[in-house]
Nanobody, 127 residues
Framework: QVPLVEAGGGLVQAGNSLKLSCAAS????????LAWFRQTPSKEREYVAV????????YYRDSVKGRFTISRDNAKNTVFLEMNSLKPDDTATYYC????????????????????WGQGTQVTVSS
């Protein structure tokens, strides 16, 4: 069973919004830090947003602060990424990731510290 399954990607015009979701089949979902990463063919995978197990703490990369919001519903084993005011530079494949530790740390910004990954969902923003 695939532990993480993303949904919600698509093609939108600049300035519009999308909301991604990631359904997790993980035991003790609240025991995981969750994150959204993105990647294009010309760039290394980069973190977008991270949320602690309780949902009380978050990190955002500078370029998405004020536009993107990460949230989670521990009762439904789901994490979300609401993306507003989208820009062409946001075009990428977006991945959901989970790490077996509910406490945020700076290391959570590195894709290398995550235990599970989704298959990715494409987001394309046209100008």
């Amino acid at each position: 069973q695939v532990p993480l399954v993303e949904a919600g990607g698509g093609l939108v015009q600049a300035g519009n919004s999308l909301k991604l979701s990631c359904a997790a089949s993980l035991r003790t979902f609240s025991g995981y830090t969750l994150a959204w990463f993105r990647q294009t063919p010309s760039k290394e995978r980069e973190y977008v947003a991270v949320i602690s197990g309780s949902g009380g703490n978050t990190y955002y990369r500078d370029s998405v602060k004020g536009r993107f919001t990460i949230s989670r519903d521990n009762a439904k084993n789901t994490v979300f990424l609401e993306m507003n005011s989208l820009k062409p530079d946001d075009t990428a494949t977006y991945y959901c990731a989970a790490r077996r530790n509910p406490i945020l740390s700076v290391s959570n910004k590195s894709w290398k510290t995550y235990d599970y990954w989704g298959q990715g969902t494409q987001v394309t923003v046209s100008s």
